[in-house]
């Protein structure tokens, strides 16, 4: 189960594993973001590098704008992920 | 334990379910779930990627001993494709630099600790190797 969830205020609630087959559903609202946005990880259990993947085409697109996504709440083991891949550097992570 | 999957981005609900039966009979722990999780996910859904042509079904192989987690990935009648030989992730570039993909052979060369690669017989099998902590 995944759900990406656009809250009142253009923020992001992730709930549950973005894995590969999870893509499509989520490009449809990381796309709709167009400034500055928090994305709360708090009940995400899971991602892999395709979650990795559609977080850093919305971090790129924003940044054009002088605009970012602010990640929080991420579990240990997602934060390892971020740590490997080197996104810790690229992404503001509270 | 053994079982066979549909090369499709359909079959990883099933994956997950299988990594977690064999996690549940092996006791192994929540964070070497998590790697197992990833790295297979990674590989499989490279091979459908790459491999699209093809309609045989991928074996994945899960075996625990003492010290040790093995994960057998195994594609049949394909060309090769060595994981072990693909081009490294410079994890220090800026965002302006960095580019979107080739990051799942990355992490899962970060995550595990010895990755073999075996061709023969046009069957292509990637053998990942985590220790264990006591």
Redesign the interface.
Known sequence: MFEAELKNNNDIKLTGRFDASQVENAKEVFNSVTSSCEVDFTNLEYISSAGLSVLLVTQKRLSESENSLKLTNMNKHIRDVFRYAGFDTVFEIV | MDKKFKRD??S??GI?KFINEFSAKTGVDE?VV?TI??VV??LF?NIVKYTSENSNEILLQLKKNEDDLIIHLTDFDVDPFDITKTAE????????E?R??G??I??VK??IDKIEYEYKDRQSKIILIKHLEK
Do not use: A, C, I, P
């Not at chain 2, 992730?89 to 965002?95: A, F, G, M, N």
């Open positions: 981005l359909n990883l609900d997950f964070s998590f999780n990833l996910e990674e859904t992730v410079d994890t220090k570039q800026s965002l302006e960095r979107v993909g990051l799942g990355h992490l970060q995550m």
